[in-house]
């Protein structure tokens, strides 16, 4: 069920790249309100998510909305005028799911299936340059006589912009960088090549210095690679069942503007036909690029050789320190 206003301030919660806080509505639910670019996207990626099968986490968007007693945030001011804030994506916290344990694209019961990969499909077909593993979530829900356990790709803000790795020119909720992207370049080895990389870039290499982090990265790489053929077929399947008009609706909960909703409803239509379209025939690499993208590649192996010098001397600096 949609939130019901009207909505008093909780508290703010300060994990995470975006702005949020959490408020409660008028029955008395708790939800967490994320402000900046990635609201309208997460409300619109949640619903195609969703539409094919899997779980998704729910998302309500408001261009604007009244919070009673709401203080000086620390983070997303920019989005509140009075008492009333701006580009609000509202989630739950619903009494009857438990957030439990993260699960990983290599290691979870479903490896190899048609499903894992039509769900890492999905994720490119997104853009979603945030894909770790550490947004996989396992959900306990309750419900009468049952308990069941879900497995969710959480936080989906990251998404409709250009894909990338840290230090390289990655965006969320970018109609013009989404655009700009191939989506299924060719298939090799039976296995679909898609226009997607998000592993660290130039001096992005500096995030080595976060083991963590970079593992993280470099993981998911790995997990977006390989996907059959037959398994991308079979998700583009299920997305061409989707209506132009159904495409729409996920756009209008976001409150896109008409021309940005039909542009980005075309550019899914064509990639969900490249789908459809997969022969399991290795094909060539587009090699037509632009100047200006041969330009830009040229600048970015500079700056990958850069970003690589400096992460190695990191690396021997670190090593130094703890003899």
Do not use: C
């Not at 021309?259 to 290795?282: C, H, K, M, P």
């Amino acid at each position: 069920m949609a939130p019901v206003a009207p909505f008093t301030f909780l508290e703010e919660n300060k994990s995470g790249e975006s702005p949020k806080f959490e408020v409660r509505d008028a029955r008395g639910d708790v939800w967490t309100v994320k402000l900046g670019p990635e609201a309208q996207a997460e409300t619109v990626s949640t619903r195609l998510v969703w539409a094919v099968g899997y779980f998704a986490e729910e998302a309500y968007y408001f261009d604007d909305v009244r919070v009673d007693s709401l203080p000086q945030l620390s983070r997303g001011q920019d989005y509140v005028a009075g008492d009333v804030v701006r580009g609000a994506r509202f989630e739950p916290k619903r009494r009857n799911m438990k957030r439990g344990s993260t699960w990983g694209w290599q290691k979870n019961p479903f490896a190899d299936t048609r499903e894992l990969n039509g769900l890492k499909v999905l994720m490119i077909l997104l853009n979603n340059f945030d894909a770790r593993s550490g947004n996989n979530r396992i959900i306990y829900v309750d419900a009468p006589g049952r308990s069941e356990t879900r497995y969710y790709v959480t936080d989906l803000g990251a998404t409709l912009g250009r894909a990338g790795g840290l230090g390289g020119t990655r965006t969320k909720n970018d109609l013009v960088d989404f655009l700009s992207t191939e989506f299924v370049r060719g298939v090799e080895d039976g296995a679909v090549e898609f226009d997607y990389d998000t592993r660290p870039t130039g001096l992005g290499h500096l995030s080595v210095l976060h083991p963590v982090y970079y593992r993280s990265q470099v993981k998911k790489e790995q997990a977006m690679r390989g996907i059959p053929v037959a398994h991308a077929r079979w998700i583009g399947s299920l997305l061409a069942q989707l209506s132009d008009e159904q495409l729409r609706d996920a756009f209008r909960a976001a409150n896109y503007s008409e021309g940005t909703r039909e542009s980005y409803v075309a550019a899914f239509r064509e990639r969900i036909n490249q789908l459809t379209r997969l022969s399991s025939r290795e094909s060539q690499r587009q090699n037509s690029a632009s100047v200006g993208t041969k330009i830009k590649k040229w600048n970015s192996k500079a700056l990958d050789h850069a970003g690589s010098t400096l992460s190695k001397t990191f690396t021997k600096l670190r090593a130094r320190v703890r003899r």
